[in-house]
């Protein structure tokens, strides 16, 4: 079945280090995206990409990076410049033309300890 | 600009009675519109979505929203709540980026108790 996978789907980091999510999709699709989300809020767009090697920065891209070396995987950095990474992480991509059908994986939830 | 407003942030209903969430949108140009659900720490399932076609839109599990350009509205409605409604609910608008990407802009998300 096409889906989306990230991993891993828990994962603690130690303030100062540099963590990195995974990400991959088979379903095709050109468009890839990180979200954050806090609790109770909603999501917020940390980056995205339209096709392979080029990426943008979304709302609250400080303190992460990212690559897009092929177009099934858009792995994120969390840095140790992040202030505060403790959260919930969703990646997700989407179909042309833009607007129209979104895939989300399970989500990655980082707690820094 | 492109925004949404849950206007409720928690919603009890019992089991067997109607579920209504309501979603107000603000859109400069024809929007394109969804639902998601959020179980607890997992990834958000598609209910609907409104892309310009049929303002009565159905989705998965019963679930249906109807679109209201008068009020900009796209409420979501279940005649029947089932225990397993219980759960996070998003309206989402979409913001073109370019031709072929869009950020999902959320609405602050609905909590849906279902009492037994």
């Known amino acids: 079945d096409g889906g989306i996978t990230q991993s891993p789907k828990y994962l603690f980091r130690k303030e100062g280090q540099n963590v990195t999510l995974s990400c991959e999709q088979n379903l095709n699709h050109d468009a890839m995206y990180w979200y954050r989300q806090d609790p109770g809020q909603g999501l917020r767009l940390i980056y995205y990409s339209q096709i392979v090697n080029d990426f943008q920065k979304g709302d609250i891209a400080e303190g992460y990076s990212v690559s897009r070396e092929k177009k099934e995987s858009f792995p994120l950095t969390v840095t140790s410049a992040q202030k505060n990474p403790t959260a919930f992480y969703l990646c997700?991509?989407?179909?042309?033309?833009?607007?129209?059908?979104?895939?989300f994986g399970s989500g990655t939830r980082l707690t820094v300890v | 600009a492109q925004s949404v407003t849950q206007l409720d942030s928690h919603v009890s209903v019992s089991e067997g009675t109607p579920v209504l969430l309501r979603c107000n949108y603000s859109?400069?140009?024809?929007?394109?519109l969804f639902w998601y659900v959020q179980h607890p720490n997992k990834g958000l399932q598609l209910l609907l979505k409104?892309?310009?076609?049929?303002?009565l839109v159905k989705g998965i599990n019963g679930f249906e929203a109807e679109f209201k350009k008068s009020e900009t509205s796209f409420h979501l409605t279940k005649p029947s709540a089932h225990m397993s409604d219980a759960a996070e609910y998003f309206c989402v608008v979409t913001l073109i980026l370019t031709s072929n990407t869009g950020k999902l802009i959320f609405g602050q998300g609905t909590t849906l108790q279902v009492k037994p």
């Open positions: 409104y892309t310009s076609a049929a303002t």
């Open positions: 859109s400069s140009y024809s929007p394109s």
């Open positions: 997700a991509s989407s179909i042309r033309p833009a607007g129209y059908g979104y895939t």
